[in-house]
């Protein structure tokens, strides 16, 4: 089995493309979300669905930058932890 960080040199690790929650609430958001994109586009006009869209990239876009943080800190923390850890390993007893 291959090591994580072989696997990560690899390119076999890569959270942004792999995760992807399957509960039914995540998938029931999805398709509401894409059905009320649909409903604006026919309701609105042109340049004014254009204006959603933008909003939407843009909101993504934050939702990007954000993911980027979370998985930032979290690795902080876990690698933290495990330094901890060895720490308290290594430490004499007695």
């Given at each position: 089995?291959?090591?994580?960080?072989?696997?990560?040199?690899?390119?076999?690790?890569?959270?942004?493309?792999?995760?992807l929650?399957?509960?039914?609430?995540?998938?029931?958001?999805?398709?509401r979300?894409?059905?009320?994109?649909?409903?604006l586009?026919?309701?609105?006009k042109?340049?004014?669905?254009?204006?959603?869209?933008?909003?939407?990239?843009?909101?993504?876009?934050?939702?990007?930058?954000?993911?980027?943080?979370?998985?930032?800190?979290?690795?902080?923390?876990?690698?933290?932890l495990?330094?901890?850890?060895?720490?308290?390993?290594?430490?004499?007893?007695?």
């Amino acid at each position: 089995m291959d090591r994580a960080i072989e696997k990560l040199f690899n390119g076999m690790i890569y959270p942004a493309e792999q995760v992807l929650p399957q509960d039914p609430e995540y998938i029931r958001a999805i398709r509401r979300q894409c059905e009320l994109a649909d409903q604006l586009e026919e309701r609105l006009k042109d340049e004014d669905y254009k204006l959603v869209e933008e909003m939407c990239d843009s909101e993504a876009e934050v939702q990007d930058k954000q993911a980027i943080e979370f998985f930032r800190r979290g690795l902080s923390l876990g690698l933290s932890l495990m330094r901890e850890v060895q720490d308290c390993l290594e430490m004499p007893t007695g």
